[in-house]
């Protein structure tokens, strides 16, 4: 029986794909598996039974990433599984930045009492014309689960699109509109750009090419064009608050949406600030909770390793007979699978990975004997050995 503690509310249709070999229980330091969204847990001390933690959403600030490798837990994320309703929502912030349609409303309710209300409207509406977005360019930075289908999206609106990205893979650049003007750096998207929008972690690297962190800033922003639109519906960290500010008073910014309100950004005018709605549709927070529970099942039942972002991806599928699961430093271990091999298990399959100093591997053996699993455990580097 393997015990799930929840630090958030967790879909109920997440929760239902539980077989009765899980019990749901409210003391933390009980969990065998933990399902999180947004509780932070960077000051929590983990048991000593935790095995693995699952974030039910992208992004994963709010885990100590290292240290759960280090103290052997894998953490889980669920890439993809609310990139619709952030798509649909950067198409939504297009609109709310082109026209002013929030200034229009608010408007609408300091004359709702007045009977005139109509005549009113014919003659105030002119203060909140905008313009439309066909014809105009949307430079996406980070063509992923988000950024690939939104740009195929506004292709369909009428927009031109320029992407970048680094990591694109062939796969993603094949399922773009041929349409999509893949560039090589994010200057030629901040030049070429009437609407940019971002889609990427947020990265602290001395390497300006790597850093994302407050990567739209002022000398970014100079090379824009005059009366730009900015949507940051990644992590409020990419964007510097201070250069927006001016850049919106200065007019050369001509709106800033933000899904991370701040003291800043909250009280900014220019900018249009939501409370973290990227991912708050009903349809997100079910996809997202059914993909983080089956992985911590795949994961307790099979030793598989899918979308983690600790620990290296190692996947033998259902576990049919005996599998072995062993996790070791990959600084101390130069090639697993010859070990494993050497202690005279009868092996059926046998899959590896690594991912900095953290090294898994999965065994499917005939059986595991008491002596295989101790020859296994002996090896300088192996932290733990499981058999399931």
């Known amino acids: 029986m393997f015990k799930v503690n929840c630090l958030n509310k967790i879909s109920a249709v997440g929760m239902a794909n539980l077989t009765d070999n899980y019990t ?17 847990m960077h000051e ?17 600030n709010n885990i100590p990433l290292d240290r759960c ?3 052997n837990i894998v953490v889980f994320n669920t890439p993809g599984a609310n990139a619709n309703a952030v798509k ?18 608010n408007w609408v309710q300091t004359v709702k009492e007045d009977e ?11 203060q909140f014309a905008g313009t439309e977005i066909k014809g105009k360019t949307l430079g996406i930075i980070g063509m992923g689960a988000i950024g690939g289908p939104l740009a195929n999206a506004v292709i369909g609106l009428g927009m031109k699109v320029v992407g970048f990205d680094p990591f694109l893979s062939e796969a993603a650049k094949a399922a773009l509109d041929p349409a999509v003007e893949i560039v090589n750096t994010r200057d030629e998207i901040y030049v070429k750009s009437d609407f940019i929008t971002v889609h990427t972690p947020l990265i602290e690297d001395p390497d300006p090419e790597k850093n994302t962190k407050k990567m739209i800033n002022a000398e970014k922003i100079a090379m824009m064009k005059d009366g730009v639109v900015i949507m940051n519906l990644a992590r409020g960290e990419l964007v510097d608050d201070d250069a927006i500010a001016k850049a919106l008073a200065d007019g050369k910014v001509r709106k800033y949406m933000t899904d991370f309100p701040n003291p800043k950004t909250a009280n900014m005018p220019g900018a249009i600030a939501t409370p973290h709605l990227g991912a708050s549709t009903e349809e997100a927070e079910d996809n997202c909770a ?3 529970v ?21 996947d033998l599928g259902a576990k049919t007979g005996t599998r072995i699961a062993v996790r070791y430093e990959a600084d101390k271990v130069a090639d697993m699978v010859t070990a494993v091999n050497g202690v005279g298990l009868v092996i059926n399959a046998v899959k590896d990975g690594k991912r900095g100093n953290v090294g898994y591997c999965l065994v499917d053996a005939k059986e595991a004997t008491d002596a295989a699993v101790a020859a296994i455990k002996a090896i300088e580097g192996v932290r733990t050995v499981a058999v399931m």
């Open 116 to 126: 005139n209300i109509a005549k009113l409207v014919e003659k105030g509406k002119s």
């Open 294 to 314: 089956k992985q911590l099942m795949d994961y307790v039942e099979n030793g598989n390793i899918v979308n983690s972002v600790n620990y290296p991806r190692v």
């Open 290 to 292: 059914v993909m983080a």
């Open 88 to 105: 649909e929502l950067a198409i939504a912030a297009m609109l709310l930045a082109s026209r002013d349609i929030v200034g229009g409303i």
């Open 44 to 60: 929590m001390q983990f048991p000593a039974s935790l095995k693995a933690i699952a974030r039910a959403g992208a992004g994963v």
């Open 24 to 40: 749901v229980v409210e003391n933390f330091d009980e969990a065998d598996v933990v399902l999180v969204r947004s509780a932070a």
């Open 69 to 71: 490798a280090d103290e």
